[in-house]
């Protein structure tokens, strides 16, 4: 029970933070005030972006191998296990990288306005959320071996192929036998007759079988 409740907290905590990443990715992480110049409405003009790219496309990717893992098993879900801490770690890379160089980039694109550049609360969210998907990933890759495992019901059909025969094809596999021990040929008979019985339906007796 203690292992199933680690699995839940873990799992949610990583769908959170690559849940998070995703959306904050797409938020302005710059901060831009013209201090009452009327600059500001240029650069609002300009084009320029000020969110972080790079951190939406790897968190959904994290995303994608969470949903994996929740449904596979054995040596495959150990294998997505590890390439969600990748992405996991291109998530909080790319968060840092961001938090570091977008404010310069985005005073570089706009040299000839009176600025004041600086970070929003979405680009601190970012690098937090990047945290804990990197720590939510490697508690993935650790315990991923001793987690509750998806019923084999989900499995797809083929796999079904693979099922112990019918209580019918038993019994018609015994009926053949003991046509074999009575000393006849289960092969003369119509395949829908007992094998007890003639062509006719009805049945042969001792007296009939030495008569022949």
Excluded: K, N
């Excluded at 839940?8 to 013209?34: H, K």
């Excluded at 040596?75 to 938090?99: D, I, Q, T, Y």
């Excluded at 979405?122 to 804990?132: F, K, Y």
């Amino acid at each position: 029970m203690a292992e199933r409740s680690r699995f839940g907290v873990v799992v949610l905590g990583g769908l959170v933070a690559g849940g998070a990443a995703a959306v904050v990715g797409a938020r302005d992480w710059v901060s831009l005030d013209d201090g009452g110049s009327g600059d500001l409405a240029f650069a609002s003009t300009g084009g320029v972006d000020l969110t972080a790219p790079p951190v939406t496309a790897t968190a959904l990717v994290l995303l994608a191998s969470w949903g994996v893992v929740l449904v596979t098993r054995g040596r495959f879900r150990r294998a997505v296990a590890w390439l969600g801490l990748v992405a996991a770690l291109a998530v909080l890379g790319f968060a840092v990288a961001s938090w570091l160089v977008r404010p310069d980039e985005v005073a570089q694109d706009l040299p000839t306005l009176d600025l004041d550049v600086g970070r929003t609360a979405w680009a601190h969210l970012g690098v937090l959320a990047g945290v804990l998907a990197v720590a939510t990933s490697v508690l993935a890759v650790r315990g991923v071996g001793r987690w509750p495992e998806m019923g084999r019901r989900y499995d797809s059909p083929v796999e079904a192929t693979a099922a112990p025969p019918s209580d019918d094809a038993e019994q018609a596999s015994l009926d053949l036998w003991r046509a074999m021990d009575d000393g006849r040929d289960p092969t003369d008979l119509p395949a829908d007759l007992p094998a007890d019985e003639t062509a006719d339906g009805t049945a042969d007796s001792p007296g009939e079988e030495r008569g022949h």
